[in-house]
């Protein structure tokens, strides 16, 4: 499925693959649209709205994130009908990970027994094990780091799978109305993110050989940890 759906947009600059379904799209449409999952995201969204109420920070935290989602091209407002395709909806959730929040689509959120990341294909064996490129920093004299900034952000979902990254967030910060958004990038919260983001880093590499050096490409293969 990946190979045939990872393309490189050229007016967005970035690469667009599609979710990699265990059953394929036709399938697992058939499941998870007659499945309520909208009524569990606005009932987590609700409790989220509660939890906000409680803690400041965290409330400040959740709109700054969306606020830049929105700014950078990230979500819109779902409009369009995708009937026919996957549909599903995602709450979000605000995580406290290492003296911050986190914000988070859950797709392992469940309606009745069935979640999204059930029916997604999260390993294909794809990912750099932690563990090579640390010891790949032991080999030289010196090393560094560095890091690609929301780097499943940045990868575009294939028009077609956008529907089921649907969810919920508040018309303003009175919380008082929701509003039905649509993520475009891959989602922190999918199991299939990793997976998708280490085959269009090997897809790159593969690409840029005839530009840069080997070696550049086998450094990005083999040592770029997802």
């Given amino acids: 499925q990946l190979e045939e759906s990872v393309k490189w947009d050229e007016g967005k600059g970035k690469y667009s693959a599609g979710l990699p379904y265990k059953y394929g799209r036709e399938k697992t449409a058939e499941i ?14 609700w409790s989220l709205k509660r939890s906000m109420e409680k803690i400041p920070e965290k409330k400040s935290k959740g709109f ?5 989602f929105i700014k950078e091209g990230r979500t819109v407002v779902e409009k369009q009908d995708k009937s026919g395709n996957p549909i599903w909806h995602l709450p979000c959730h605000l995580v406290f990970q290492k003296g911050k929040y ?9 309606t009745k027994g069935i979640c999204l990341n ?10 750099v094990p932690i563990m090579d490129p640390i010891n790949n920093m032991r080999s030289y004299l010196y090393s560094f780091s560095t890091d ?8 575009v979902v294939d028009e077609k799978d956008q529907g089921a990254f649907r969810y919920y967030w508040y018309k303003d910060e009175t ?5 039905l958004y649509v993520f475009l990038g ?25 530009i840069f050096s080997d ?7 083999k040592y770029f940890y997802v």
């Fill in 148 to 155: 690609i900034k929301g780097f499943f952000h940045n990868i």
């Fill in 175 to 179: 919380m008082q109305e929701l509003v």
């Fill in 102 to 110: 986190r914000f988070c689509h859950d797709g392992r959120a469940n």
């Fill in 215 to 221: 070696r550049v490409c086998d450094i990005i293969e």
């Fill in 64 to 68: 700054a994130e969306m606020e830049k």
């Fill in 186 to 210: 891959f989602i922190f919260g999918s199991s299939a993110s990793p997976t998708v983001s280490s085959f269009v880093l090997k897809r790159h590499s593969k690409l840029m050989r005839s």
């Fill in 32 to 45: 998870l649209n007659n499945v309520n999952s909208q009524a569990t995201a606005e009932r987590r969204a």
């Fill in 118 to 127: 059930d029916f997604l294909i999260s390993d294909l064996n794809l990912m």
